[in-house]
């Protein structure tokens, strides 16, 4: 107990002690007559006095009760007044530690407030920035308008150009006409003859390694290639060795004329989907499912690359028929990427609104390619620009270009072949069988080497030869017990085809 709570307790004593003095006091004023009967004789009043004693006793008594009532009371008060005062000090700490949190949320209110004013100046500037790049950028794409307008004069000043050298060199079959005419009449046999071979752009094909090629119809050779599918045939460039890839993770090489296998090419990670060789004939590149591109030394067989920056499956590859070391590649991920062989390293990407199915070089700088959206496009790979856009089928799943760069021939899921004329780009050509069916994004058909006859695998296990020239009903060779995946035409004359498991030369 503590000094102030005793001081109270003798206090609240003192005033109950005068409460009972007062009374007392009361009493004795009421009590005067007995006081004075005081003076009579004790005997004659000592029953009186009893009963008042007896009476006051019993006051007494009362009194302390009322008094121990009083101290209870206190001791309860005082308890009472514990437990105020506890509670009164829990409020305050309560009080100081809501004050500090106020003055806490005080401060990082501030400290929100400066950041937004910061977030706000900073927004303001990169509204700025952005009015300002979008303000460029229009004007780089006015630029680029102004660009591809002129691009597409200067296409079709070249168009004109080559429609005049058409013409020079209609002229010059009329002079070789009129020529054969004047020796025949002359009498000189062996001149005429081969006046007549340069009329007909024989003696030209000669000048560029080969000859008319015959349409193949008996299968020579039968070759067990890959297991679970052979996707990609080539032959490399004038000679007779076949390059073969397959599902079994393999790229081969084998003669055409005995069916031997010459060299086997390790280290592929996924199915080869295509395959291309360098103009040299120096190395050879295969595109795979794990989307990448491995490129081995012809020689010796000795991996020279490993082409990563694909994010999809790499569906096609070609390389420059000018340039040794440019290779061009085509993936799922919407890209077109041009790749350097000396160091291995992506040239330059070329981004496109429809997945590339397939692509090839038509020159130094120019390739095509055919899209899942049905256009066959030409890009300028120097600029990464699309130079023509042409509606070619609903969605092409193959493009392959002549010797000469003269064609391109297209396939597609409308289960059509188109043959387009590089100077005109238009269609010369439109190829189709009843029974002939493109296999999905597999199918490859080629072209001949003199560039007269088309050749194209069907699902039937058939394949159909087509001639440019009289546009009759297709050669059918058969023999393949599944559906034809790939096909390719020796410059020197055998066919080659391809399906799940066996690859099968044709002359």
């Not at 004593?13 to 005068?18: G, P, V």
């Not at 100046?121 to 307008?149: M, N, Y």
């Not at 004069?153 to 070789?176: G, Q, T, V």
């Not at 000469?404 to 021939?409: Q, T, V, W």
Request: hydrophobic share 35%.
């Amino acid at each position: 107990m503590t000094m102030a709570e005793a001081e109270a307790g003798r206090a609240a004593i003192r005033r109950a002690l005068r409460s009972l003095k007062r009374r007392h006091l009361a009493e004795e004023g009421a009590h005067s007559p007995a006081i004075e009967a005081l003076t009579r004789p004790f005997a004659a009043h000592a029953l009186e006095w009893k009963e008042k004693a007896e009476k006051h006793e019993l006051e007494l008594q009362q009194c302390y009760k009322a008094q121990s009532r009083l101290s209870e009371q206190l001791v309860t008060e005082i308890g009472e007044g514990k437990a105020s005062k506890a509670l009164l000090k829990e409020k305050e700490a309560m009080v100081t530690s809501l004050q500090a949190e106020l003055e806490k949320t005080s401060e990082e209110n501030v400290q929100l407030k400066q950041s937004l004013d910061e977030k706000t100046k900073a927004l303001d500037l990169l509204i700025q920035e952005h009015q300002t790049v979008k303000a460029e950028l229009e004007q780089a794409l006015t630029k680029l308008k102004a660009a591809e307008d002129e691009n597409q004069s200067l296409i079709d000043r070249w168009m004109l150009e080559k429609m005049k050298d058409a013409e020079r060199l209609n002229e010059a079959n009329a002079m070789y006409e009129e020529m054969v005419l004047k020796l025949k009449t002359a009498g000189v046999g062996a001149i005429q003859h081969n006046a007549q071979q340069e009329a007909d752009g024989i003696i030209r094909r000669s000048e560029g390694g080969y000859m008319e090629t015959p349409i193949p119809s008996t299968c020579t050779i039968t070759i067990r290639a890959h297991d679970g599918g052979c996707g990609s045939l080539m032959f490399e460039h004038n000679t007779d060795k076949l390059i073969s890839g397959g599902q079994d993770q393999t790229v081969k090489i084998w003669g055409a004329y005995t069916g031997a296998l010459t060299s086997t090419l390790h280290g592929v990670l996924g199915s080869v989907n295509d395959l291309a060789v360098t103009n040299d004939n120096k190395f050879v590149v295969a595109a795979c499912s794990s989307n990448k591109l491995f490129v081995w030394e012809v020689n010796g067989g000795r991996p020279r690359h490993t082409l990563t920056g694909h994010t999809k499956n790499v569906s096609s590859v070609d390389a420059s028929w000018v340039k040794s070391f440019v290779v061009a590649s085509s993936s799922n991920d919407r890209t077109i990427k041009i790749w350097d062989l000396q160091t291995g390293f992506c040239k330059s990407t070329i981004m496109s609104a429809s997945n590339p199915n397939s692509l090839a070089f038509i020159d130094g700088d120019i390739i095509c390619s055919g899209h899942r959206d049905g256009n066959l496009r030409l890009w300028d790979i120097r600029s990464g620009k699309c130079t023509t856009q042409i509606a070619a089928h609903l969605d092409v799943t193959s493009v392959c270009v002549s010797r000469s760069k003269n064609f391109i021939l297209t396939s597609g899921r409308d289960n059509v072949h188109n043959l387009f004329d590089v100077r005109t780009l238009e269609v010369c050509g439109t190829f189709r069988a009843t029974g002939n069916r493109v296999v999905g994004s597999w199918g490859k058909p080629c072209i001949s080497p003199d560039e007269n006859c088309i050749a194209a695998g069907s699902s039937d296990g058939s394949v159909y030869i087509w001639s440019r020239l009289k546009n009759d009903t297709p050669t059918i060779l058969q023999g393949h017990s599944s559906s034809v995946l790939a096909s390719a035409w020796c410059g020197l004359g055998p066919l080659a085809t391809s399906d799940r498991n066996h690859i099968y030369i044709w002359s």
